[in-house]
């Protein structure tokens, strides 16, 4: 049975870089047709796509968010990461780890905050 849990520092300063972890337990992150996903949602607002890692290695990004974030990954610890520089307050959020939209880890707060 596939697990996620997503792990990272909780509160960032704005200006500097996030890093997000997604460990997932259960499954190896290059089985054939898997993909991982990172979305995010913001107080009062809903569900943000910001990108994914498919099995092969080959990533997608949502176009707003692009230029500032970035999904890797690590196959030896099964391991996927999210980067995301030039945080600013507005990216504060619940930043979650999916399967395939169809599994969820928990979720991960960040607070982008001075």
């Known amino acids: 049975q596939v697990q996620l849990q997503e792990s990272g520092p909780g509160l960032v300063k704005p200006s500097q870089t996030l890093s997000l972890t997604c460990t997932v337990s259960g499954g190896s992150i290059t089985t054939h047709y898997y993909y991982w996903t990172w979305i995010r949602q913001s107080p009062g607002k809903g569900l943000e796509w910001m990108g994914a890692?498919?099995?092969?290695?080959?990533?997608y990004y949502n176009p707003s968010l692009a230029g500032r974030t970035s999904i890797s990954r690590d196959t030896s610890k099964n391991h996927v990461f999210l980067q995301m520089t030039s945080l600013t307050p507005e990216d504060t959020a619940m930043y979650y780890c999916?399967?395939?939209?169809?599994?969820w880890g928990q979720g991960t707060q960040v607070t982008v905050s001075s």
């Open positions: 890692i498919h099995y092969d290695g080959s990533t």
């Open positions: 999916t399967w395939a939209m169809s599994l």
